[in-house]
């Protein structure tokens, strides 16, 4: 996606070229999944082992692949069926099929849970006796696609993980029945070679551009956020993670899986146009990206590197025909599109008034652009490079005009002193775009990918650039938004372009577009930014995909029918939280229909995943999740965490909500009805332990320990922003009051202290793996040098450790020196990965609570307004030495009873919700 990370940031199109166009063919077929892509059953069987072992001879394993001219989104399935001879017969059209249907098995027929760590983890064990099938269970693929993760989650979530996290994450995805998943991984060494080798890029001009491993999402093309960010990449990292992406891709096809390899976007080191003394059509990005050249396809540079690409990825990694490339987003180069070349006189353009207490998204490029009076800002609207961008100006409270991309203005609180100005008569007074420079880029990129690859080739291109109003295709409400994605689309023959639907909370973005898309997508829901914490998500948001959606359901009047769904999935920035809402649609894959009660399905996973599956249902568990269901699973608030944790400032700039408590209504002294439903769950949960003991004991399976101490979490932290608030207000208006501020900030310090111990007790909450997986990554290597900061670092663990610490706090690193750090972008993206982890919140988000409690008193003490600029240089200071301090060691397993922690902290802060 690009969004990862800031919400309004805007990207500008880059594209592509070819000489010949290809044309769309005159079917509504459903694109199949690649047939190839078939598998083997021994490689299931090897998975059953690793995840159970001895488990295999219980099993008969079959592929059985679907009979000639077979079609239709039902062709591949699995069967479950009992043997004479006491086993298990499970086959598949695919392996993906097989473990799919493997997955069916262990779930709903033994009770069992298979996950990953930061996701709840597993419960597995071996059944005495396995659990006959009964009569034979036959299911189908909803749709040919069953897709997980997006661009961003292989820098929130996987970007640490060596073979053995990836077998493991592998064979968990194989289980939930996924076969489609995006594969970036290794492609710094493909780029490596093919700018040393073939364009005269010297060594450290690639690594310099290319960023370090926390940030690889960037400059792998979403790079509104700039390069050499965290770098420079040692060749140590690239050629590791070249061969770990070898073994992945050999796992992915042996399973059955889709994965999609990366082609050429345009975007590359400046110096790549220097070597090769390019200048037709090649821009250059700005701000954070000075030295990224954005190579336009239609120049021969552009199909010349992409040829070399192409060749040399197939020649290290293989194809399975699926390519991923939605890098067309750049940092505002600011050529724009083709000049205009109608004559017809147009209307002079007229502003609005202002339109008071609002603003307009999205960056014109990609960060703000300035003026100090409207007239200015206006008149930079209107100039040919950013006429087809600017939507309209947004008047700050400062008192200088941003020019922006946004056409609609957005409400905001009066207190932030803005207002929007459009153009009241945009669609008569601007020139329509030439459209066919998008038609002739993306002609261009998918030509490449042909040539090597064969007409086979699928696109699978990430939809967020449908909803940028900035130089992107979107918005839908855009009048000329459809004439670019379908002169975008049409080089690529019919069924070989597919979108991702990346709607944020799954409503899906085809309905925006009024199903007018004229190619098949993927519906996914995008869920989550930076891997924020928080139980989210509204389940009955997503409980129809993609049965909602034609071929699975009737095409509307005025709906296009090549609009179609071939894929469900999720694709959150960060995946290590909610697995509730992720197995819902995992789940979707082989159903016929949306789950027909909600609350049920909650009810009966939760007994599966705590032992208690077959027995008489629990009244506490089943009372937890009834009002989680009503709670925290029925709303879609927001992607980011919006609680008091990880965040710090004065009001209003916090971005606090201050007049509610938690996700729904209510005031800041009274907890909203949502928030007691919670507290609710939690005591429910802990008051299961017992059961859950006997049950499945001797101690707890890993996901109730996990619901338990994420329940406790959500509490605690949702509490916290009510301490936060209250400690914020005693600094944000003066006078300052020593008394106020030192009683808030010992409420809000002493709660993130218990929420330290309670999180502690849980390894999916903490600090150390994170941290001991990225020094293990650096392997000790030694090339890991020139990295902006004094002293350097060298040793590779040292330098994964750097890189591991920042994107959770300041996102770019604090470079310089202790004593001068530098924060740079100016701390536009702080906490924007923020997590609540025990060590984080003890080494960095107590100890900045305290550099604002220490600042505010001393601003009390001379009667001065609180220095936030002054609390925010001790903070850099404090974060400097944090980033840069190696080999600590933070606890790596969990410590400490939940139950017992969870039963003192409910009593202690009980009187918080007496309301409830």
Same mark, same amino acid.
């Not at 897709?147 to 996987?158: E, N, R």
């Not at 100039?383 to 056409?407: D, K, Q, Y």
């Not at 990430?462 to 449908?466: E, P, R, T």
């Given at each position: ?20 166009l ?5 079917? +509504? ?17 090897a ?15 079959a ?7 077979s ?8 069967t ?5 001879? !006491? ?8 392996? *993906? ?14 009770? /069992?849970?298979v ?23 036959a ?7 069953s ?12 970007v640490?993980?060596?073979?053995? &996290? ?6 968990w ?9 995006v ?23 690639v690594?310099?551009?290319t ?24 060749r140590?990292?690239?050629? *590791? %993670?070249?061969?770990? %992406? ?6 992915y ?9 990366? *082609? ?11 070597a &090769? ?26 199909t010349?590197v992409?040829?070399?690409? /192409? ?7 293989g194809?399975?025909?699926v390519? &991923? ?25 007229v502003?609005?008034?202002?339109i ?14 300035s ?7 206006q ?29 609609k ?6 207190a ?10 945009? #669609? ?20 490449a990918?042909?040539?090597?690859d064969?007409? #086979?080739?699928?696109?699978?291109y ?5 909803g940028?109003?900035?130089?992107g295709?979107g ?38 577009? $009024? ?36 071929? =699975? ?42 789950e ?9 996973r ?30 879609? $608030? ?13 009001l209003?700039?916090?971005? =606090? ?58 509490v605690? *932290? ?11 207000r ?7 009051? +020593? %008394? ?11 709660? =993130?202290?218990?929420?330290?111990v309670?999180l ?16 293990a990554?650096?392997a ?9 900061i ?7 663990s ?6 591991? $610490? ?11 020196? +202790? ?27 107590v ?5 604002y ?27 400097? $030495? ?5 080999? %600590? ?6 410590? !400490?009873?939940?139950v017992?922690?969870?039963?003192f ?12």
């Open positions: 996606m690009a969004h990862c990370p800031t919400a309004g940031v805007a990207r500008r199109f880059v594209g592509a070229v070819v000489l010949t290809l044309a769309h063919q005159g079917s +509504a077929a459903i694109p199949s999944f690649p047939a190839h892509l078939v598998g083997d059953a021994s490689a299931v069987s998975l059953l082992e690793r995840v159970l072992p001895g488990s295999s001879a219980h099993f008969e394993l592929i059985t692949p679907a009979p000639p001219g079609a239709g989104p039902a062709k591949n399935g699995f479950l069926s009992d043997t004479a001879d !006491g086993r298990v017969r499970v086959t598949g059209t695919t392996a *993906s099929e097989l473990t799919g249907g493997l997955g069916v098995y262990l779930r709903e027929f033994c009770g /069992m849970t996950g990953w760590v930061r996701g709840g983890g597993s419960y597995v064990f071996t059944p005495n006796p396995w659990p006959k099938v009964g009569a034979p269970v299911r189908n693929r909803s749709v040919p696609y897709h997980v993760t997006q661009v961003c989650t292989h820098s929130y979530t996987l640490w993980h060596n073979w053995t &996290q990836w077998e493991r994450f592998i064979d995805m194989a289980l939930a029945g996924h076969n489609s998943i594969a970036p991984t290794g492609q710094e060494e493909v780029q490596y070679k093919v700018m040393t080798e073939h364009f005269g890029v010297a060594d450290m001009d690594r310099n551009w960023n370090g491993p926390a940030w690889l999402t960037w400059s792998r093309g979403q790079n509104s956020h700039g390069n050499g960010i965290g770098g420079p990449l040692p140590s990292f690239m050629k *590791s %993670q070249w061969a770990l %992406q070898k073994q992945i891709l050999a796992r096809r042996e399973l059955g899986i889709a994965g999609h390899l990366p *082609s050429f976007g345009g975007y590359a080191p400046w110096a790549l146009a220097v &090769q003394n390019a200048t037709n059509r090649i821009a250059r990005g700005v701000g954070a990206a000075t030295d990224t050249a954005w190579i336009d396809g239609r120049d021969p540079l552009y010349a992409a040829d070399r690409w /192409m060749e040399q990825i197939v020649a290290d990694f194809s399975d025909h390519w &991923q490339m939605d890098a067309f987003f750049a940092n505002g180069s600011g050529w724009g599109v083709a000049p205009p070349t109608e004559s017809a006189a147009r209307p002079a353009c502003w609005s008034d202002p008071p207490n609002t603003y307009l998204e999205g960056y014109v490029h990609g960060q703000p652009v003026f100090p009076t409207l007239s200015a800002a008149a930079a609207c209107l100039l040919p490079a950013n006429i087809e961008a600017c939507g309209g100006v947004v008047s700050r409270s400062t008192g200088a005009f941003e020019i922006r991309g946004g056409l203005p957005l409400p905001v609180p009066p932030d002193g803005e207002a929007s100005y459009i153009l009241n008569n945009r #669609d008569a007074c601007l020139p329509p775009p030439d459209t066919s420079v998008w038609r002739n880029r993306s002609a261009a990129a998918y030509g990918v042909v040539k090597v064969g007409p #086979d080739a699928r696109w699978i990430q939809g967020y650039a449908l940028i109003a900035s130089g295709i918005p839908a409400n855009d009048p000329h938004a459809l004439d670019r994605l379908h002169s975008f689309t049409s080089p690529i023959p019919e069924g070989q372009f597919i979108l991702l639907d990346m709607s944020a909370h799954g409503s899906g973005e085809f309905r925006d577009w $009024k199903g007018q898309w004229q190619v098949p997508f993927i519906w996914t829901a995008l869920h989550d930014y930076g891997g924020d914490m928080g139980i989210k998500g509204n389940l009955s948001m997503i409980n129809p995909i993609p049965f909602a959606a034609p071929p =699975l359901a009737p095409v509307p009047p005025g709906y296009d029918k090549r609009t179609q769904a071939v894929g469900v999935g999720y694709t959150p920035e960060g995946l290590d939280q909610n697995p509730a809402y992720y197995e819902l649609l995992q789940e979707a894959a082989f159903k016929t229909g949306p027909p009660n909600l609350t049920d399905w909650l009810v009966r939760a007994h599966r995943r705590y032992g208690l599956a077959g027995a008489t249902p629990n009244r506490n568990v089943t009372d937890a999740w009834v009002a989680l269901a009503k709670s925290g699973y029925a709303i879609d $608030k927001g992607v980011s965490d919006g609680s008091g944790v990880g965040v710090m400032g004065v209003p700039k916090l971005g =606090l909500d201050t007049t509610s408590w938690n996700k729904v209504n209510g005031n800041i002294t009274t907890p909203a009805p949502a928030l007691c439903l919670e507290w609710a769950s939690w005591h429910a949960l802990n008051d299961a332990a017992r059961a859950v003991n006997a049950a499945a004991g001797p101690g707890y399976p890993e996901p109730y320990l996990y619901d338990l101490v994420n329940t406790g979490r959500e605690l *932290s949702q509490l916290a922003t009510r301490f936060l608030i209250d400690f914020s005693s600094f944000s208006t003066p006078p300052l009051n +020593a %008394q106020t501020i030192n009683m808030t900030a010992s409420n809000y310090i002493g709660l =993130l202290f218990d929420l330290e309670l502690g007790t849980n390894k999916a909450f903490m600090l150390g793996p994170w941290l001991a997986e990225a020094r990554l650096g000790n290597d030694l090339d890991c040098i020139n990295t902006q004094t002293g350097d670092i060298g040793n590779c040292n330098f994964m450790e750097w890189n591991a $610490k920042a994107q959770l706090t300041t996102w770019y690193p604090v470079i310089g020196s +202790a004593d001068s750090p530098i924060v740079q972008q100016n701390g536009r993206d702080h906490d924007y990965a923020r997590k609540q982890w025990s060590g984080l919140i003890n080494e960095v988000y100890p900045r609570a305290r550099i409690e220490q600042q505010a008193l001393a601003n009390a003490a001379s009667g001065q307004p609180f220095d936030e600029g002054a609390a925010a240089a001790s903070y850099a200071r404090m974060v400097y $030495k944090w980033q840069t301090t190696f080999g %600590q060691p933070y606890p790596t397993e969990p410590f !400490g009873n939940p017992a922690i969870s039963t902290l409910m009593w202690k802060y009980n009187h918080y919700f007496a309301t409830c």
